[in-house]
Each structure stands twice: as C-alpha cells, then as structure tokens.
C-alpha cells in the first residue's frame, strides 16, 4: 500500500464521520461536505492503487529483460 492509497482511506473515514455527524445534528453542509471528502477519498485511493500496480507491471517487465 502507498502513500496516495492510505491517505484516500483516512480522507474516506473522515469524510463519512462528518457525513453521519451532519445527519445525526441536522447539518446539511457538514453532511454534504463529508459526502465530497469520501468521494475524494475514493478517487486519491483508486489513483494509488493504479500507480501501484503500474509500478509492478513494470518490474516484472523489467524482470523479463534481465532474463
């Protein structure tokens, strides 16, 4: 796991406690700010996930050539 995915699953745990904060108090904007945190979240975690399995595809390529 890199950097960019384990700072998407703090930015998604964040943003669904101000999302159930929001619901629980009645506060529309912290509700929908939570929301927007969590789909940020999402994103920078899909980003990590990708750059992590380039990263491998490009050792094993470079695996091969040392063969």
Known sequence: MNKDEMEGKVEKAKGYVKEKA???TGNR????EGAADRVAGKTQE???KARRKAG???ED???KFKE
Do not use: N
């Not at 904007?29 to 929908?32: I, K, T």
């Open 61 to 63: 390529l470079s695996e």
């Open 56 to 58: 491998e595809a490009l």
């Open 22 to 24: 929001g619901q629980v």
């Open 29 to 32: 904007d912290l509700e929908a």
């Open 46 to 48: 899909a980003i990590g």
